[in-house]
Nanobody
Framework: QVQVAESGGGLVQVGDSLRLSCAAS????????MGWFRQAPGKEREFIAG????????QYADSVKGRFTISRDNAKNTVNLQMNSLKTEDTAVYYC?????????????????????WGQGTQVTVSS
């Protein structure tokens, strides 16, 4: 089993950058596909970025493609989300999650229900 905890959220201005980190504890971190999700007030939680167990494969939501970058360091049990060119619509609570439901053919997990381990979330507010 794995536990994850996010950090790095805060209040920034439009166009700024922010780096979120997710620290995982427990065994076999490298066995998990990892993902970042976000949930804005009144909206459903949405997938924004995912990464395979070995960090080779990544996938992004169209809304963040080209602006956000997900990465992982299995030696340090961490997953990061680098967010550039932030927009007001990026304002949300951001969640890190871990999934065992990946396959060789589908190494990145993009569906919320396929993630079994979630952090408490970190607030990101982008002000104009």
């Amino acid at each position: 089993q794995v536990q994850v905890a996010e950090s790095g959220g805060g209040l920034v201005q439009v166009g700024d950058s922010l780096r979120l980190s997710c620290a995982a504890s427990g065994r076999m971190f490298s066995a998990y596909a990892m993902g970042w999700f976000r949930q804005a007030p009144g909206k459903e939680r949405e997938f924004i970025a995912g990464i395979s167990w070995n960090g080779i494969y990544t996938q992004y939501a169209d809304s963040v493609k080209g602006r956000f970058t997900i990465s992982r360091d299995n030696a340090k049990n961490t997953v990061n989300l680098q967010m550039n060119s932030l927009k007001t619509e990026d304002t949300a609570v951001y969640y890190c999650a871990a999934s065992t439901l990946w396959t060789i053919h589908i190494p990145v997990v993009v569906t919320t229900r396929e993630y079994g381990y979630w952090g408490q979330g970190t607030q990101v507010t982008v002000s104009s």
